[in-house]
């Protein structure tokens, strides 16, 4: 069975991850994100909905019955233990549908070569041991604040910082340029994965 190279995209808020992970889509690598899979769970999966209304009750419900992200960010942000009981709902089910997403493309006739999933926590969680290959986005903190309406500084000290992550990572790059030269920084990855 040919299995597709398992890339995985991370790198800090605003860093440019979606826009690397468009970018392997673009040159025909297969493509997932995990925040992608975490906005399904919450508005599809019945058992993450109850457990996220027993936990924390109508207040994180929109008009219509679904989950408020938004509503659920702001208090999973503010409460160190919240954010950690939403992420062992959420991680454990996330890993699973990647990877079965990857197990179904090395089932396929013609399977891409490369499978790039965006995983913004892949170190945080231990995750990169599921990969062939990580790479990781970064951007100087004026161009990260510029891309993003999220607070960043309220978020960014859980997560490790951008140092510890390239020394890690099979391929890093800085992202305070064009698209363009995004675009040549991915192609040239997957050139050197697939040759």
């Not at 990877?99 to 490369?114: F, K, N, T």
Request: glycine letters at 8%.
């Amino acid at each position: 069975m040919a299995r597709p190279i398992a890339v995985a995209i991370t790198g800090g808020i605003g860093a440019g991850k979606s826009e690397a992970l468009a970018a392997f889509a673009r040159h025909g690598a297969a493509t997932i994100s995990s925040d992608d899979i975490v906005h399904r769970l919450l508005h599809e999966d019945d058992e993450v909905h109850h457990a996220v209304v027993d936990r924390f009750g109508d207040r994180v419900l929109d008009p219509r019955g679904e989950i408020d992200r938004g509503t659920l960010a702001d208090i999973v942000f503010a409460d160190r233990e919240a954010l950690e009981w939403l992420e062992g709902l959420l991680h454990p089910r996330v890993v699973q549908e990647y990877i079965g997403w990857r197990e179904q493309l090395a089932e396929q006739d013609d399977p891409p070569a490369v499978c790039a999933t965006e995983v913004p926590l892949l170190y945080e969680v231990g995750g990169q041991d599921r990969f062939d290959a990580v790479v990781v986005v970064t951007a100087p903190p004026n161009v990260r604040g510029e891309r993003t309406e999220v607070a960043v500084e309220e978020r960014e000290p859980r997560l490790l910082p951008d140092s510890v992550k390239v020394a890690q990572a099979d391929f890093a790059y800085v992202n305070d340029g064009s698209l363009e030269k995004l675009d040549d920084f991915v192609q040239a990855v997957l050139r050197e994965l697939t040759r």
